[in-house]
């Protein structure tokens, strides 16, 4: 898709996320509970995006990543708050208890000299951003 959007001069995006405070929820209801909460983080994700367009997985741990072909800065921003407060409405029951979780995300456009792994350091970078300014929001990358 980087290569396609390179070939053709169209826009392609990467949103960057991760799960707020996702080891709070491991200590306080256990790794089960922590299980369902990043089941239900993929499906939020995967019913967002667009079939057969855009590609989201998970990273590893709490962390996924949204490839968003056709996508330009503006209109990823739009889509990861979309998704912020998709994630924000989601309560998922175990053992009778229900959890509540938020997600800090950083979104990046592909600039024309750029390569893949410096498009996922600038969303990861604008991921951090978002953490470090309390959370539970979208920041830009630069």
Known sequence: EVSRSKRYSRSVSMVMLDIDLFKAVNDQYGHAAGDAVIE???QVCSDN?????DFAGRL???EFAILLPESSMDAAALFAERLRKAIENVLVEVDNKHISVTVSL???ELDNDEDTSNLIRRADDALYASKSSGRNQVQTAA
Request: glycine fraction near 28%; proline fraction near 0%; charged fraction near 20%.
């Open 60 to 62: 590893g741990g709490e």
């Open 49 to 53: 995006i667009r079939e057969n367009i």
């Open 40 to 42: 239900m983080v993929g």
């Open 106 to 108: 950083g979104v990046a």
